[in-house]
């Protein structure tokens, strides 16, 4: 009796130390697959769900739901009717549309990227670098704080800039759209100027064409 009870415990003592060997050697492979100074980013999706399950991306060629997280030199493509954004911290965030696929690298002061299809926008923060290649073209920024899409959907590198200066490799200049504000702003001056145009005109042109009653 006493024989089989030292050989229960010696076989939990040796199971427990099976258990914490592998979990030591886990724990190993994880610090491994993802080390401390790799830079990274959060993915959320949107989108529709199939059969009741989450929206998810294909993050190098695996499902990826919202809150996974993303690793330098990897690449994320969004399915139809589903988009992701890529918070990458104090760099700024990328949002990918619907089919699309992007390449991602990161580094202390830069992004840079492959866009092989689809449409994204890039909001980087100030004195980050931001390089993005396509199939014909090269779009990048200045370092300055900026907020522009670069779209592929057509078979030809489009993009337009809302915050920032930002370039094409072969020369055509990107296409600056107008925010409501700037918009308010513009209208707002050509009104000044044309009430000012209207106050001289009534109050000296028109007064010297008035007959006075003593003629």
């Given amino acids: 009796m006493m024989v089989n009870k030292q050989k229960s415990l010696w076989l939990r003592n040796l ?5 914490l060997v592998s979990l030591f050697f886990s724990s190993s492979m994880v610090t491994l697959a993802a080390p401390g100074n790799a830079l990274s980013g959060e993915i959320t999706v949107s989108g529709s769900s199939i059969d009741g399950m989450q929206p998810s991306v294909s993050l190098n060629g695996e499902k990826a739901l919202s809150g996974r997280t993303f690793f330098t ?4 493509s969004t399915p139809e ?7 990458l911290g104090k760099l ?5 549309s619907p089919n699309s696929s992007l390449s991602l ?4 002061n830069s992004i ?9 926008r890039v909001l980087n923060n100030e004195g980050v670098a931001v390089n993005i290649r396509t199939n014909d ?3 990048t920024n200045d370092a300055n704080a900026g907020n522009f899409s670069v779209d592929v959907t057509s078979g030809t590198t489009a993009a337009e800039s809302e915050v920032g200066n930002v370039s094409m490799a072969n020369g055509q200049p ?5 925010t409501r504000r700037q918009g308010w702003i513009v209208f707002g001056v050509v009104a000044a100027i044309v009430g000012g145009a209207l106050i001289i005109y009534y109050g000296f042109i028109r007064d010297d064409d008035v007959v006075s009653p003593a003629r």
């Avoid at 199971?15 to 258990?19: A, D, F, N, P, R």
């Avoid at 690298?105 to 202390?108: D, F, I, T, Y």
């Fill in 15 to 19: 199971v427990g130390l099976g258990l």
């Fill in 73 to 76: 030199s990897g690449t994320i």
């Fill in 81 to 87: 009717g589903n988009s992701a954004t890529i918070n």
């Fill in 92 to 96: 700024g965030r990328i949002t990918m």
């Fill in 105 to 108: 690298n990161l580094s202390e």
């Fill in 112 to 120: 840079s990227g492959d866009l092989a299809a689809g449409q994204i």
């Fill in 137 to 139: 073209n090269v779009v």
């Fill in 174 to 178: 990107t296409a600056a759209k107008m």
